[in-house]
């Protein structure tokens, strides 16, 4: 742990301090040499099979209020970006580290446990007490279940999960590290909702905040831009594409933009709230384009993100092949 001494001396004089001084100053999550140990063996089954590997983060991170935790601030994410996504990687040969806030959506099971339908409501019970899938879900379902046994059968997809934001930056940290060593045929797949203010272990309160006090006031500290170790040193050579959500449209590219030139990393997809289902735009050092879907697409139930795959799947190959993006 810092002393007090060193915390003067870590921040930026504005009360931001760098990604090593987080991680002195924050405990590790309990699980970290489990998610470390599952991440380097799937890592290892791959490199030696030459399979691409994209770690995909979804999701959003909490800010717990109490260290023992009854509130906290979330993010918003329900993963319908990163599940979908994983589905479209796994179509595709890449094995995929699928790193999610727990209870979000996941890969194959999103299309029944966070429906409007209850998970019983898919079944029916036969008149000899068996119990059988609602013949009416049958097909759908018997093709979802045969995509996810293959990816559970050949290694092919690894579930890792997070709560905090705490949690999220230590596992995010281990797995990008343990990745490395793929080298280029490594994909970094940010589309978690992370947040960007957080409470200091050692400015929490210890135990259930009390109401009989009035009203609450916050004061929450800058989380450290993570992005920049991330793509100079834990995944130098692996190809970086980072998510920017905004509510306003004349932010989204100059925010893109500012994000390419601080960290250096290649790819950013920007979405809007309101149409990030049916629209997204790449943007690269001197690039920018749009991806849409059209009515007919829609009208098809075509998900977004088997376009956003097929792009950077393009980016992918010219990148291992040459380390860049250029003649994709
Ligand atoms: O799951 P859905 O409901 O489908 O929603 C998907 C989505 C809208 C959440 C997703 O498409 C998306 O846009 N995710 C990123 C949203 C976001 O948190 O953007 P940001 O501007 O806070 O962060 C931009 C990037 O910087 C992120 O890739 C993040 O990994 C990174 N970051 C953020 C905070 C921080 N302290 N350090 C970072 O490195």
Request: glycine share 4%; proline share 3%.
């Given at each position: 742990?810092?002393?007090?001494?060193?915390?003067?001396?870590?921040?930026?004089?504005?009360?931001?301090?760098?990604?090593?001084?987080?991680?002195?100053?924050?405990?590790?999550?309990?699980?970290?040499?489990?998610?470390?140990?599952?991440?380097?063996?799937?890592?290892?089954?791959?490199?030696?099979?030459?399979?691409?590997?994209?770690?995909?983060?979804?999701?959003?991170?909490?800010?717990?209020?109490?260290?023992?935790?009854?509130?906290?601030?979330?993010?918003?994410?329900?993963?319908?970006?990163?599940?979908?996504?994983?589905?479209?990687?796994?179509?595709?040969?890449?094995?995929?580290?699928?790193?999610?806030?727990?209870?979000?959506?996941?890969?194959?099971?999103?299309?029944?446990?966070?429906?409007?339908?209850?998970?019983?409501?898919?079944?029916?019970?036969?008149?000899?007490?068996?119990?059988?899938?609602?013949?009416?879900?049958?097909?759908?379902?018997?093709?979802?279940?045969?995509?996810?046994?293959?990816?559970?059968?050949?290694?092919?997809?690894?579930?890792?999960?997070?709560?905090?934001?705490?949690?999220?930056?230590?596992?995010?940290?281990?797995?990008?590290?343990?990745?490395?060593?793929?080298?280029?045929?490594?994909?970094?797949?940010?589309?978690?909702?992370?947040?960007?203010?957080?409470?200091?272990?050692?400015?929490?309160?210890?135990?259930?905040?009390?109401?009989?006090?009035?009203?609450?006031?916050?004061?929450?500290?800058?989380?450290?831009?993570?992005?920049?170790?991330?793509?100079?040193?834990?995944?130098?050579?692996?190809?970086?594409v980072?998510f920017k959500?905004?509510?306003?449209?004349?932010?989204?590219v100059?925010?893109a933009?500012?994000?390419?030139?601080?960290?250096?990393?290649q790819i950013v997809v920007g979405n809007?709230?309101?149409?990030?289902?049916?629209t997204v735009t790449f943007i690269t050092?001197?690039s920018e384009r749009i991806v849409?879907?059209?009515?007919?697409?829609?009208?098809?139930?075509?998900?977004?993100?088997?376009k956003i795959?097929?792009e950077l799947?393009k980016y992918?190959?010219?990148?291992?092949?040459?380390?860049?993006l250029?003649?994709q």
């Amino acid at each position: 742990m810092a002393t007090m001494h060193d915390n003067q001396l870590l921040d930026n004089g504005q009360g931001v301090i760098d990604p090593d001084t987080y991680f002195l100053r924050n405990n590790p999550p309990s699980n970290l040499a489990e998610f470390e140990a599952k991440t380097s063996e799937f890592v290892q089954y791959h490199k030696e099979r030459n399979t691409p590997v994209v770690l995909i983060t979804s999701g959003g991170t909490i800010v717990p209020l109490e260290n023992q935790t009854v509130r906290f601030i979330d993010n918003f994410s329900a993963g319908t970006r990163g599940s979908v996504s994983a589905e479209k990687f796994l179509e595709n040969g890449y094995a995929v580290i699928f790193m999610h806030r727990q209870f979000s959506l996941q890969p194959y099971s999103r299309h029944y446990t966070h429906s409007t339908n209850c998970f019983l409501d898919y079944m029916t019970l036969t008149e000899d007490g068996k119990i059988e899938v609602d013949a009416k879900y049958a097909a759908a379902m018997a093709t979802t279940l045969a995509k996810y046994q293959k990816a559970r059968s050949n290694n092919m997809l690894l579930l890792q999960d997070f709560v905090t934001l705490s949690d999220y930056l230590f596992k995010l940290k281990s797995g990008t590290r343990i990745m490395a060593t793929l080298g280029r045929s490594a994909m970094y797949y940010l589309a978690a909702a992370v947040s960007d203010f957080f409470i200091p272990t050692e400015k929490m309160a210890e135990h259930k905040i009390q109401s009989r006090d009035g009203a609450l006031t916050l004061t929450l500290d800058q989380v450290p831009k993570f992005l920049k170790p991330l793509v100079s040193v834990w995944a130098s050579n692996g190809l970086i594409v980072s998510f920017k959500l905004e509510t306003d449209e004349k932010l989204l590219v100059p925010k893109a933009r500012q994000a390419l030139e601080k960290y250096g990393h290649q790819i950013v997809v920007g979405n809007m709230l309101t149409t990030r289902k049916k629209t997204v735009t790449f943007i690269t050092q001197d690039s920018e384009r749009i991806v849409s879907l059209s009515q007919e697409e829609l009208d098809n139930d075509v998900e977004i993100e088997s376009k956003i795959i097929s792009e950077l799947l393009k980016y992918h190959r010219a990148w291992i092949s040459h380390g860049t993006l250029e003649g994709q």
